[in-house]
């Protein structure tokens, strides 16, 4: 007899582009979402997409991911139609669900969880602090791969956000002594008393860094140019923080890829949403990760809501990670890249 999960998790998520959301109502049987340019979804278009599975000896973890079939700009544009459609997914993944997490675009609209979290009672949490902890912990072995740790300098773009401002708690947990961001005035002078080196903009902020952090919520905000060359962009602002494509001599890598432990599960149907959603076959995104630690560990206080996360639930993500055998990885186009490559490449 199959066992019962043990707790059950509930992770929402939509589609960046029209191609990918006709695609993913094929597979959630809504031929009229398939069929449309603009269609107008509505609440009986979110519709579960597949059914993930961490499976131990300790604890069995069960997750359905739920799509909401709006687009970014229209999550940003009626934020109040994204929170309705937001309650509409959860009424759909069926059962008693002990957490939900939010991906994407979905966990900046609607007060980043809060308003969300008002009117349930399972804790919502958004993904930030697993996101912050996978690109602190990606950003750092890019740097020792690149023989810069822990002096660097290392920039941190969008550092007065969710998860730029816990990406940099925990590179200056770690040791960092050069962290650079972008801030005039009196952001400045805040910047400086909390041990951050300020430059007047990201370009100032970005030059002679061989690592820099894009974690800004607007992206498109740095010039491909102002890398120099053979730094290392590990990126998980969304949408992407260069305005144009890498020149030569640049990396860009995802910063919130995470390979997951063996006792993985996700079956067909989640291989087909792992390619979907670009995690590409072999990893997860931080988001993703962080409702099934939270599952696993039978918490009951969210990781990360609203705009601030706090440096305890940072330590708590990285411990949760390291027991249940989650695991940052540098990715580009869904291949690990070895950190220690990255130096010869930029001697080059």
């Known amino acids: 007899m199959p066992r019962a999960p043990d707790s059950r998790f509930v992770f929402l998520v939509h589609p960046f582009t029209d191609p990918v959301r006709r695609i993913a109502a094929l597979r959630t049987a809504r031929p009229r979402l398939a069929a449309s340019r603009h269609p107008q979804p509505g609440h009986d278009d979110a519709r579960p997409i597949c059914r993930l599975v961490l499976d131990t000896p300790e604890r069995l973890v069960e997750g359905i991911v739920v799509t909401v079939p709006l687009l970014p700009h229209q999550l940003l544009d009626d934020q109040e139609a994204a929170l309705t459609m937001m309650r509409a997914a959860l009424a759909r993944a069926g059962g008693a669900v002990d957490v939900v997490g939010l991906g994407s675009v979905l966990a900046v609209v609607a007060g980043r969880g809060t308003a969300l979290q008002e009117e349930i009672w399972q804790p919502v949490t958004t993904g930030a602090a697993a996101t912050a902890w996978a690109a602190a912990e990606n950003a750092k072995a890019a740097a020792m791969g690149l023989g810069v740790w822990p002096r660097g300098p290392i920039a941190v773009l969008g550092h007065r956000g969710t998860v730029g401002s816990a990406v940099l708690d925990l590179l200056q947990e770690d040791g960092a002594v050069q962290l650079h961001v972008a801030a005039r005035g009196g952001q400045a002078r805040r910047a400086r008393g909390q041990g951050l080196e300020p430059f007047d903009d990201t370009a100032a902020a970005v030059a002679g860094c061989p690592v820099v952090v894009g974690a800004s919520t607007t992206g498109g905000i740095l010039a491909p140019a102002a890398l120099e060359r053979g730094a290392v962009l590990v990126d998980v602002a969304i949408p992407r923080t260069l305005s144009g494509p890498a020149r030569r001599g640049t990396r860009v890598l995802a910063g919130e890829a995470v390979v997951p432990p063996p006792s993985y599960r996700r079956g067909n149907w989640g291989a087909f949403y792992h390619l979907l959603a670009t995690y590409g076959p072999s990893h997860l995104f931080a988001c993703l990760v962080e409702p099934m630690l939270m599952a696993a560990e039978g918490r009951t206080e969210p990781f990360a809501q609203g705009r601030r996360v706090a440096s ?32 010869g490449r930029r001697l080059l």
């Open 312 to 343: 305890a639930d940072l330590r708590d993500i990285r411990r949760c990670a390291a027991r249940w055998g989650f695991q940052p990885v540098l990715a580009s186009h869904w291949r690990s890249v070895s950190p220690q490559r990255l130096r």
